[in-house]
């Protein structure tokens, strides 16, 4: 079975400071990807990266970065210098894929965390 | 990439009554699937609906309770039945294009 851990329910900080989201999971298959979602307060959810398992190397995309570490089974996301537009809840997600087939299966998400930019 | 489109965006439903919801892809997908959001929570996937076959549901989701159609390669729909105050969520369909794994918008269903 998968699971998906994002243990800050909430994090609040001030504009222009560094954030790290934290991803924990937990599966036995060795080939997966690992996804971030944004969920504005609009509702719709934004892709933002995907990852998959055979790949370890950090990506950064403007003030986005990724840390995927397989040893700690960790997928973490760091927006630098923050801005009011970041505040959102942040869903890490694991796709699962199925060897029969090669079809995948659905997305196993984490609770989510909700990041507040105060300005 | 592909571009999904769900109907309705939103309704308010009656206690007892069904609602269906549509979802429209832009390009041919092998595998959609639907997911549930209750307010405040994460998504949690509901079934897989492949083309040709009978949905698969996840545990804790019946058929009875969740209909769902697969004509064609481009379409679904969920049924949500005999609703109660407890199916108000934001229901989304997703397809899975390479994996790649692309939303709809939502459909977000109060039910009072």
């Known amino acids: 079975a998968q699971k998906v851990t994002q243990a800050q329910t909430e994090i609040s900080v001030v504009e222009k400071e560094d954030v790290t989201l934290d991803c924990v999971y937990e599966t036995r298959d060795t080939t997966y990807y690992l996804f971030w979602y944004k969920q504005p307060p609009s509702g719709e959810l934004v892709f933002l990266i995907r990852r998959n398992s055979f790949d370890e190397q950090n990506e950064i995309s403007g003030r986005y970065s990724w840390n995927f570490q397989k040893s700690t089974s960790s997928f973490n996301f760091t927006i630098t210098a923050s801005q009011v537009v970041d505040s959102a809840v942040y869903f890490c997600a694991l796709l699962f894929i199925m060897y029969s087939g090669g079809g995948a299966d659905g997305l196993t998400f984490g609770k989510g965390t909700h990041l507040i930019i105060q300005p | 990439s592909a571009v999904i489109s769900q109907k309705p965006s939103r309704d308010i439903c009656q206690r007892g009554t069904s609602l269906t919801i549509q979802c429209q892809v832009d390009?041919?997908?092998?595998?959609m699937f639907w997911y549930r959001q209750q307010p405040g929570q994460s998504l949690t996937l509901i079934a897989t609906?492949?083309?040709?076959?009978?949905?698969?549901?996840e545990s804790g989701f019946v058929i009875d309770k969740f209909p769902i159609s697969r004509p064609n390669l481009t379409f679904s729909t969920l049924t949500v039945s005999n609703m109660s105050p407890e199916d108000s969520s934001i229901y989304l369909c997703?397809?899975?294009?390479?994996?790649?794994?692309?939303f709809g918008p939502g459909t977000r269903l109060t039910v009072t």
């Open positions: 609906a492949n083309q040709g076959s009978e949905a698969t549901y």
């Open positions: 390009s041919q997908v092998t595998m």
């Open positions: 997703s397809v899975d294009a390479g994996y790649e794994q692309y």
